[in-house]
């Protein structure tokens, strides 16, 4: 089995002509064409889009996730903060009712009516 990458032009727009894969002293696994419109190889995997490791996704993959881990305990931390501090403040509150310094007296007419009856 083997496949043929056809000409391109690469990124500094060079004319690179076609070959056949597996390519002579290459990989004998590597019978696809793999790549995009400016750079082409071959490759073992017909769903290959890049032509070198994936060593470097993985601790692109590790960072971002040590990244988002660190930025969850952040934000949790500051959630739970933000509850304690509203729960010393609501139970930390006077229970009596305010004194607005003024005292309420019946009416006279209200106190002698009553005392009629």
């Excluded at 496949?3 to 390519?23: H, I, M, Q, T, W």
């Excluded at 793999?34 to 601790?59: A, I, L, R, T």
Aim: hydrophobic share 45%; charged share 15%.
């Amino acid at each position: 089995m083997s496949a043929e990458c056809s000409s391109y032009l690469n990124a500094d727009k060079v004319l690179v002509s076609g070959f056949s894969c597996p390519r002579a002293g290459g990989d004998a696994r590597a019978v696809f064409c793999c790549g995009f419109q400016d750079v082409k190889y071959c490759c073992d995997d017909p769903h290959s889009f890049f032509p070198y490791e994936h060593s470097y996704m993985w601790w692109l993959s590790v960072g971002a996730l040590v990244g988002l881990s660190i930025a969850a305990v952040v934000l949790f931390a500051f959630i739970i903060t933000v509850c304690v501090l509203c729960y010393l403040f609501i139970s930390t509150k006077p229970r009596s009712k305010l004194d607005t310094g003024l005292s309420l007296q019946m009416a006279d007419s209200e106190a002698r009516g009553s005392s009629i009856c």
